[in-house]
């Protein structure tokens, strides 16, 4: 296992549970904890550097948000990624992010299209650098910034609240997958970034929705192939032939 370094300073404002919170998901994204891995709360609270209550308080709310599993005596346990939770959570984004693009494009502002270019270039720079497992997660964490600032230009709180706990979740089952850095799905995924920063700065709501629906597609398919090439073949088999028959 990768150990998890500590990269971040403790921040005085933020409190105990919080820090945790940030640690395990750090974990997670660093590959310090991986689907069907156990854990405890003295394991993490150590790693960590934390207390223990602080450290259940962060388990409780990763266990409400779907990263992780308590069971009694077994531990808690990074949950596997499965095709059916990754079908819901697409089939979501996409009709929050068509309901965000065109009034995302007439009301961003010139500074959030600032932030968008150099979260653009962010993600290009973290991308071709993925071999190296810290970069990888720092482009997980600019994507999520990419995307959420564009549903954000909405200036919707209540659309920003859901969407941020859905974001939340693709940032986990998107790097839980992964399987290494792959330059041809780095270089594709860029384009698609680059048409949907276009979109927003030529202030196009139909142009953007489609950028914006056309990338969610390819990442579910990149990911549900992911997700399949890493099942038994009989459980493969048994996944196409009921998509077959659906």
Request: charged share 25%; proline share 3%; glycine share 4%.
């Amino acid at each position: 296992m990768i150990r998890h370094k500590k990269t971040r300073p403790k921040d005085k404002s933020v409190s105990a549970a919080d820090q945790a919170y940030s640690g395990i998901m750090d974990l997670v994204l660093c590959h310090g904890l991986r689907p069907g891995e156990r854990t405890s709360v003295n394991l993490l609270s150590a790693k960590l550097g934390l207390g223990r209550t602080p450290v259940k308080e962060a388990i409780t709310r990763l266990q409400t948000e779907g990263l992780l599993s308590v069971a009694g005596r077994s531990g808690t346990v990074v949950n596997q990624i499965d095709r059916e939770r990754t079908e819901h959570l697409f089939a979501l984004r996409q009709v929050l992010e068509g309901f965000a693009a065109e009034e995302a494009a007439r009301k961003v502002t010139s500074d959030q299209l600032q932030k968008i270019r150099d979260l653009l270039q962010e993600m290009k720079v973290y991308s071709s650098a993925q071999a190296n497992i810290q970069a990888a997660a720092s482009f997980v964490r600019a994507n999520v910034a990419f995307h959420s600032l564009i549903v954000a230009a909405v200036g919707n709180p209540i659309l920003d609240r859901f969407y941020a706990q859905l974001q939340m979740q693709f940032q986990i089952v998107t790097y839980l997958v992964q399987r290494g850095y792959n330059p041809q799905a780095a270089e594709r995924r860029q384009k698609e970034h680059e048409a949907i920063a276009k979109a927003l700065a030529a202030r196009d709501g139909k142009m953007l929705k489609q950028a914006l629906k056309s990338h969610a597609q390819a990442t579910e398919a990149t990911i549900l192939e992911t997700l399949e090439s890493a099942l038994p073949r009989p459980a493969a088999r048994r996944q196409a032939r009921r998509r077959k028959s659906a």
